[in-house]
């Protein structure tokens, strides 16, 4: 059976041109695109890319592609990568259902997509953490299959899609004390990695994470260098993991500093824009009003400024108003937030939970990142 790089041995030209006349045309020349149509013609050959013809172009015997491929470790990583360059080339795809087949994998990731506490708005840092991790599965021939994660009994959807063979590994998100996922997928030996997790005691499961206290010090100290002493916190109930950690660090990035925190310059609220404006308000009629106040998430921060607004205060003027998560609306309004490097967690997400899968694990599979503040109009003073 002719090849690709038989009927460019034919026609005198090298493979990829033949590749270019025989899959569309435009980029060859009309005489060269007629004697490679020719040369097919007497060989019998219709365009059809298999791994032979990788293995032609890449320049290695066919049994390498099928190892690099696979990503063995049998491959050395310039070979691994000539050949994946040559699959590219040439719009070669693994055939990923035979594949998985062999290999008893279902080449599927399983995520539990998030609820927020106000359902008419979404989160965009979450957005866009799963939006990337599905890129970097996708390149590495795995699809995101997305479910919504029962109140009750949660860690039984989790049980049903691995004992179905639907997917070959999770990824957590929205980590909390006592995560019954965490137990159940740790018990029954399921593969996952949680976005989250370094203040979770004595954590022995794979996560990727980004210091939140770390966040909240970087503001703090922020505040403090613009001339701020009387630091307000705005905050979500205690109870809620993330929400406790940022609380800790406002407290001990004040403290180190040898500044008083006044009970009645903390105020807790769901994650809601009304509600967080309700909050500011009672933070605002404090004996003692803080003349800066850190909000542990930019929704928290836009209903802060809906408060302001209302009674004519200027941000950054009159009142001092930081966020968290560096949401593009908080951006647009010009408010002073913390950023999280949410593109390189998700990509070392997916890659560790590549190795959980795989049964060989990275040598990091608990990984802490570094928040950044981004300042804006704000906090200037």
């Known amino acids: 059976m002719a090849t690709l790089k038989d009927v460019a041995d034919l026609a005198k030209v090298p493979m990829m041109v ?24 007497t060989l019998n050959y219709k365009l059809r890319i298999t791994q032979i013809d990788v293995a032609d172009l890449a320049g290695v015997a066919k049994g390498t592609v099928s190892y690099a491929l696979n990503n063995s470790e049998l491959i050395s990583e310039p070979t691994r990568q000539k050949v994946w360059d040559a699959a590219k080339s040439l719009g070669y795809r693994p055939n990923t259902i035979a594949r998985n087949l062999r290999k008893n994998q279902a080449g599927a990731i399983g995520y539990s997509w998030h609820v927020t506490d106000d359902p008419s708005l979404m989160n965009n840092l979450l957005d866009r953490f799963i939006y990337r991790v599905t890129m970097a599965a996708e390149q590495d021939g795995f699809h995101m299959l997305t479910f919504i994660q ?16 639907r997917v070959d590994g999770f990824i957590l998100s929205d980590i909390h004390y006592n995560d019954s996922r965490i137990s159940r997928l740790s018990a029954i030996g399921a593969p996952f990695t ?20 770390k966040g909240i010090e970087l503001v703090v100290n922020h505040l403090i260098d613009v001339g701020h002493e009387r630091i307000g916190l705005l905050n979500w109930h205690p109870g809620w993991l ?8 406002y407290y001990e990035a004040m403290q180190n500093a040898g500044l008083e925190v006044h009970s009645d310059w903390v105020a807790h609220t769901p994650n809601i824009l009304r509600s967080a404006s309700i909050a500011t308000q009672k933070l605002m009629q404090a004996a003692y009003p803080p003349t800066a106040i850190i909000c542990t998430n930019d929704v928290m921060a836009f209903g802060a400024k809906t408060y302001f607004d209302e009674i004519g205060m200027r941000l950054g003027d009159d009142i001092a108003l930081t966020g968290y998560d560096d949401d593009p609306t908080s951006e647009f309004l010009g408010i002073t937030s913390i950023h999280q490097p949410i593109d390189n967690v998700a990509v070392t997400v997916f890659n560790i939970l590549r190795g959980e899968i795989s049964g060989h694990p990275v040598a990091d599979r608990q990984v802490v990142l ?3 503040l981004v300042i804006r109009q704000s906090t200037r003073r």
């Open 18 to 41: 033949a590749f270019n006349a025989l899959k569309n045309g435009d980029s060859v020349d009309n005489h060269t695109r007629e004697r490679i149509e020719k040369s097919a013609q």
């Open 150 to 165: 029962p109140q009750e009994e949660a860690d039984k959807v989790y049980d049903e899609l691995i004992s179905t063979n």
């Open 194 to 213: 949680a976005f989250g997790g370094m203040y979770i005691q004595d954590a022995k499961f794979a996560y990727v994470d980004v210091d939140g206290k």
């Open 242 to 249: 993330v929400g406790d950690v940022r609380e800790a660090g």
């Open 370 to 372: 570094e928040p950044s």
